[in-house]
């Protein structure tokens, strides 16, 4: 067991550093620190040109393999990266769904045809990907996939109809990755497709969701009619749940430790707020921003022991954990960030409801808990995957 | 001992029922909330003019229908249960709570009648910084002039009287202030919760006149310190009546959402969670009741301050504690539409979130309790 | 709704308490204070030497009606009574069950005889009961009683069979109150009967049952052919789940009032010694107590709302909160007790395993969550009865 | 960056996983509970002379394995699972820690042999009302002799030797005492937990030699604190142990138990409950294990005191909490049995419970992180 990293990897971490400093600038300057959850609906034309700045510098899809442009960066190398992109306060990634989920599976899956012609656009930072699996009824219930995909033989073409929700990025998106069912005979997990489908044609519609914070991140996507060429479809007919599930592997893993840097800077805000307007003397705020600290800190080494023990995408204990642990920690945080902020908390920023980083974060915080997996199916996971309990009897609906 | 409601209470509550239900529908409340005042005119008419709530606890001499806090509780409950946007928890439990105690003079009478004819009035005892504290620096009165500001008025941007808590050298004076003069500014704070209006007032130079006295001094102080006790007790029934309606709107989404083929409602880790919410609000209940009984005493001077404060304390902390752990489990049970703004249940957990904070969080209750238990008497 | 108790009621308190004065010492002075939970295998003879004295005083079963020897009291005559008894450091009652559960369901379900035979005994304080519900197998599932009673028409007598477990005082009682199955080929609520069996006769063998505490308050009981007379069934065969739930229904009420002044007892004695050793000015620990002071003012708040508006022995909406709310607060002051004690919480008062007051407490407060009705059973009713939520499915076993 | 065991890690832990297993059953630590000394002197005996663990961390040029304390934990952490009774603890977390630091000197050479040996040791460092903070009393040094009592201390009943912080005037000084003279009175406390057995020891009027003393000054006051957090350490990793097993014995009664035709481990709310356990436990195994990193850059000087006082409050408050919530929610997952003195779960309950007040409750460890946060520097 070692905690530090290899001379080699410290040279990297000043490389990545050095860029972010450089490029992290001018016109990216006032992108710094935004758009992450919760806040991801702002500054998206800058986003992207920062996306672009990003691919030139060779920054995108580092972890891919060299043949497909990436770096085949180490586990380490990835972890110093997001370290030091989220400390220089590098922007919400509008890329992120290509190149750290979409990219993985289309390599994993992906026909030589289909890798070549969605790779490069996600490596440039200039195609950008939303998810097409939660839909109104199913909620935390992927195998109810409702969305129905025919493939039309007069065309050659699939035809997709039904409702995606909780859609981040919609608008900016150029594809969309959409579970649908392939198999109106089948039910659950059998019978799907995954298909990859141009946002940009007559019949896909977005409607934006607004939140309790006043803004959208999430939208709702309709598909009436909307197609997908054969060659779209990734993985056979009835392969869906297999790569929709690959692709949500990939979902945990080195980025984690990016967003924790951000949750740090979280709690540095509330720590320099404490400090300022004397809450910091008030023993319970104090066990409190203990707490959170020493949470923090924790969820760092579960994630140093789940990356270091991690083979490929394989789930081991210690990654079932993770979601239900940091999103909660999180809520604790943002109810914390309010106490700290005494009478200040209810007094929003401007008019109509503007709120302020803090603020924003607490509301949005009661997200967390709920989306990618309520913190009740995660305990479900944990006792019945990890811990072998039997599994929730599903109903007869 | 009869620790329930009687025939007459049980009455008032069922009409306050009624009533909201009727008139704070969900679209009624996001009309209010984005209204100039931040809540509806003809609403508050009709509460003024048709149920008269604003007459509760005047005395009946006075005109009133010499009812108590335990009727006042009962119907700010209503009021939290359906997120009534209202100025009537400023009007009654704060400027009526404060009027009632001051002695006999005409700012006194002024004030009375005003309410009575169905204006509105709250009470000022911030600072600019909303601190309501010994540390609040208070507005002042110097060379017969009041100076300052204070923020985080309940309904302070549209009160049509003011029962200004200043500072006078040292002491402690209550007035009674129009703001209707070139002399006070007063603007609309936007807040997290905008159900419940909060204004910030400045008071630039404004002319006293002996008229505008209510009292000063430890008579004064004693009035104030009750009153936030007061305030305390109502805005627990607020709070109880958040975490009612956000349990029952609950317990009504997760028996219709199907999930796995299941309603959630028949998950046992959801119906636990119910049960733990349940368990909450009605020891939220108990100790709100208990409390408006310790109100009532107190008025009638059969109870002791300590006995008022720890009331108040056990109270607001177990009503705090129960409508934002009731709200945000509403959240989580609506999983993914609980945050979206279209649903209500976010309303609740916002206004959850500004009562709990309003006066003084759920520790710093424990302190002071903990302070009259190991340093002081407990009643 | 008033708090004040009425002229008459206050006059009552007085007379209670002046003859808890002169009758609680001498020969009883060293058992007040004692007896109560967890250590209800202490005195046990002069606590019976006490039942008695309280039955010449008229203080035993004064909720009964007068026709059974009874005063008829009212509940906040009970509520007054209890509260006395709390506050003077009575004894716990070894008379309890036999008073508060065993003679009301005499009195709804038994016949003149039954009722003859039995009352005067729990009301002279001379003969008492034990329980016979839990079994090993059956835990909170009261519906799985594998006890069986077969009527042998030889004898005109009932034969019971089967084991019965965690009931109290076994060894000091005449009588215990069995539920057992009187018709094999039925299960759950169905063909139970409720019979009252004699303690002293050879088919019945008591094993105590050693507690975390090295004390054994609780039983295992062992009914081998043991013989109930055919008059000895309350109600008839079949009739017996009835019976039970009614008994159980008694079982919350005005005695709650006085176990809160247990309580009171030993959150003063917290109290103490926080100020004693220094503990009071730790903030956590302030945190704590005003917490504690503040569960305990709420949980009388509560059963003043539940005894106010309780018919009979109606079960109400805050009534199902009450055991979860007792238990979960006296788990935490045991908690809180330890913590408060500091080094010498780990230090008991003399070898073996000789406990103070609060270790005790401590230690026992971890089944005040499991026995009758663990907090997991508590939740359910809760969420089945008062909210009307879907019930459990059962299993097929 | 590799925060995992190695294969020689691995396998230190799976030989003392076999072994704990094999000696370390309920009816050995129930008669080791109730013995002399409160441990087995064979299985003590097997421990130094066939698994030699008390060499683990003694350097290699000292006849050591020249290993460190994430080699350590490993060990205490599966000394925890099975509830093992030995001065392993006292030995060679806190006499062997303190000796480790102190310069070379005859007494240090004595002890180090002594333990290498096989015989017990342990770390004196507490008053006679069991504190360890700056407010104990320690024994004192006057005119040449030792004089005080002190209490809580770890197998103090029977450790062959002793090191002992005393104070002399302003001075703190580091002794080594062999504690068969009649100048050193001990006895068994008798404990809540039965498997940790501590003593109190009076020292009266015994005579020092030069050939005592260890260290003195500042150089002790630094060794003595570095002590304490790597027994917070080695506490949290026997905890880390206690939790474990707490969980997978809750897991396998679960699911053998049946209520209502199912097992118990089929209901939603059980399921949870471990899963809960589970954050806990593993959360807290990452931080000891960080922690041990920690321990050993610290005693290399690559890391400094307050990093090694951050490393250790974590593990130690994280471990307290899980293994006290593990080994209660053991208790109520067992049910009925779980109280009997019968079934093993209530004797982790005790050792969690008496761990995690062992050198600071957890609030104690959050305030002290929160002055490290907020007045002054963290890691």
């Known amino acids: 067991m070692k905690l530090s990293f290899s001379a080699a990897d410290e040279a990297f971490r000043v490389e990545v ?28 034309e800058e986003r992207k040109r920062w996306e672009q700045r990003l691919a030139e510098g060779g920054w995108t899809c580092i972890a891919w393999p060299e043949a497909f442009g990436g770096k085949q960066a180490t586990i380490e190398q990835q972890v ?30 992906g026909t030589p045809e289909q890798q070549a012609k969605y790779l490069p656009g996600i490596r440039a930072g200039r195609e950008y990907w939303c998810q097409g699996y939660s839909e109104p009824g199913a909620g935390s219930d992927l195998g109810n996939v409702k969305t129905r995909a025919v493939f039309d033989e007069a065309t050659q073409q699939w035809r997709i109809n039904g409702q995606k929700v909780w859609t981040s990025l919609a608008h900016e998106s150029h594809y969309c990755f959409v579970v649908a069912r392939t198999d109106p005979n089948q039910v659950g997990h059998k019978g799907l497709g995954f298909f990859m489908v141009a946002m940009d044609q007559l019949g896909v519609t977005i409607r934006p969701i607004e939140q309790l914070t006043g803004t959208a991140e999430f939208n709702e996507v309709f598909f009436d009619d909307a197609v997908c060429a054969a060659d779209d479809i990734l993985g ?31 709690l540095d805000e509330i720590i320099r707020v404490a400090k300022t307007n004397g809450t910091s003397q008030d023993p319970s705020i104090r066990q409190r921003i203990a707490e959170a600290h020493m949470g923090l800190k924790t969820m760092r080494y579960n994630s140093m022991r789940m990356l270091s023990g991690a083979e490929g995408s394989q789930l ?48 949005f915080t009661r997200a967390d808990t709920i989306y990618g997996g309520t913190n009740q199916i995660q305990r479900n996971l944990i006792a019945e995957r990890a811990l072998g309990l039997p599994r929730e009897p599903r109903g007869q609906s | 001992m009869e620790f329930r409601f009687t025939e007459e209470q049980l009455m008032i509550q069922d009409m306050a029922a009624s009533f909201v239900d009727e008139v704070s529908t969900s679209e009624a409340v996001r009309a209010a909330m984005l209204s100039d005042k931040g809540y509806d005119e003809e609403t508050w008419q009709r509460i003024t003019q048709e149920l008269c709530w604003q007459a509760l606890t005047i005395d009946e001499e006075a005109g009133g229908l010499g009812l108590g806090y335990v009727e006042l509780v009962a119907l700010l409950e209503q009021a939290g249960r359906k997120l009534l946007c209202s100025p009537f928890f400023g009007t009654a439990c704060l400027a009526l709570s404060a009027l009632k105690q001051c002695p006999v003079s005409p700012a006194k ?13 709250t009470l000022v005892h911030t600072d600019s910084a909303g601190r309501w504290d010994d540390s609040a620096q208070l507005p002042c009165i110097k060379s017969g002039a009041l100076e300052g500001i204070a923020s985080h008025v309940v309904n302070g941007d549209s009160a049509e009287w ?19 003069c070139p002399q006070v500014k007063r603007r609309a704070l936007t807040t997290m919760d905008q159900t419940r209006r909060l204004g910030g007032i400045q008071f630039n130079q404004l002319p006293l006149e002996a008229a505008h006295r209510l009292c000063e001094g430890e008579l004064a102080e004693r009035i104030l310190a009750a009153c936030l006790e007061l305030a305390r007790i109502g805005a627990a029934a607020d709070m109880v009546g958040v975490a009612q309606q956000a349990l029952d709107s609950s317990v009504g989404y997760i028996q219709e959402r199907v999930q796995f083929g299941r309603t959630i409602a028949s998950f ?24 408006a009984c310790i109100a009532d005493e107190y008025l009638a001077n059969h109870a002791s301050m300590a006995a008022l404060q720890e009331a108040a304390s056990i109270a607001n902390a177990y009503a705090s504690e129960a409508a934002f752990f009731a709200a945000g489990v509403g959240i989580q049970l609506h999983g993914g539409v609980g945050i979206t703004s279209e649903y209500d249940i976010q309303l609740y957990f916002k206004r959850a979130r500004a009562l709990e904070a309003y006066l003084g969080l759920p520790h710093w209750h424990r302190e002071r309790l903990a302070s009259m238990l190991l340093e002081g008497d407990v009643a």
Chains 1, 3 share one sequence.
Not at chain 1, 101 to 106: A, E, Q, R, S, V
Not at chain 2, 173 to 179: D, E, G, T
Request: glycine letters at 10%; proline letters at 3%.
């Open chain 1, 17 to 44: 550093a050095q860029w972010l400093q450089d490029n992290l600038t001018g016109e990216f300057e006032h992108i710094r620190f935004r758009g992450g959850p919760g806040d991801e609906h702002v500054f998206v």
């Open chain 1, 316 to 363: 081991n204990r210690e990654a079932m954990i993770y979601k239900l642990y940091w999103s909660s920690w999180h809520r604790n945080l943002g109810k914390l960030a309010m106490d700290v902020m005494g009478e200040q908390a209810e007094i929003l920023e401007a008019a109509p409801y503007e709120l302020n980083r803090l603020q924003s974060m607490f509301l």
């Open chain 2, 162 to 180: 003011l029962v200004v808590a200043a500072r006078e050298n040292d002491a402690l004076v209550l007035l009674l202030v129009s703001p209707a």
């Open chain 2, 268 to 291: 046992q880790a959801v119906k636990h969670k119910c049960a733990d919410v349940m368990l909450k609000l009605e020891s939220s209940r108990s100790s709100l009741y208990y409390a």
């Open chain 1, 236 to 266: 056979a007919p009835g392969q869906g749940w297999a790569v929709a599930m690959a692709l949500l592997g990939y979902e945990r893993g080195v980025s984690t430790l990016g967003q924790q840097m951000l949750f740090q800077n979280e």
């Open chain 2, 109 to 121: 009478q002024t004030a009375i009648e005003a309410i009575l004819a169905g204006q509105t009035a």
């Open chain 1, 80 to 109: 110093i990266f997001n370290e030091e992109y989220a400390r220089a306060g590098g922007p919400g990634r509008v890329g992120h769904i290509g190149e750290t989920l979409m990219g993985p599976t289309l390599i994993e899956f």
